[in-house]
């Protein structure tokens, strides 16, 4: 069976990397300009590269579970990027738009939004709700 690929964009080149899915972790680069493609940003994952991903990770993984139309959402989003800035190389921020992706809503029992939640080995080990600051979200990522 193949590894599901992820198609990120280089924030540098502009070229489109694809990535497979269980080494997204692994701080992967351009294959065209050599930059860091994930260095400070969230990684969007969906239904069908999430267990890939969370799965094969060894950091830490901190999901942000999120919708468009959410006013905290988008209020926490600058906040959840600094974070993820912060954190890199220590911890994997993710964010989940649960109107897309209903499946891992309902797996992860997301009642409201936005919800972080905290992975380590592929098992949820806290769960918050509500927007925070960066602080606060680099606090639990490393907790």
């Not at 990684?43 to 579970?65: I, Q, S």
């Not at 468009?68 to 994997?92: S, T, V």
């Not at 919800?115 to 907790?143: C, D, F, N």
Request: hydrophobic letters at 40%; charged letters at 15%.
């Amino acid at each position: 069976m193949d590894t599901p690929k992820l198609m990120v964009g280089c924030p540098h080149c502009g070229a489109t990397n694809r990535v497979p899915a269980d080494r997204a972790g692994d701080s992967p680069v351009c294959g065209r300009c050599g930059q860091p493609l994930l260095a400070g940003h969230p990684l969007e994952l969906g239904d069908d590269t999430f267990d890939a991903v969370v799965g094969a990770a060894r950091l830490p993984v901190l999901v942000d579970f999120w919708a468009p139309w959410c006013g905290p959402c988008r209020a926490m989003a600058p906040a959840f990027a600094q974070a993820a800035q912060q954190l890199d190389g220590r911890a994997l921020l993710v964010k989940v738009n649960s109107d897309d992706n209903p499946g891992l809503s309902q797996r992860f029992g997301i009642r409201s939004i936005p919800t972080l939640v905290k992975l380590q080995h592929g098992r949820e080990t806290h769960r918050q709700s509500g927007a925070l600051a960066a602080g606060a979200i680099t606090q639990l990522a490393l907790s």
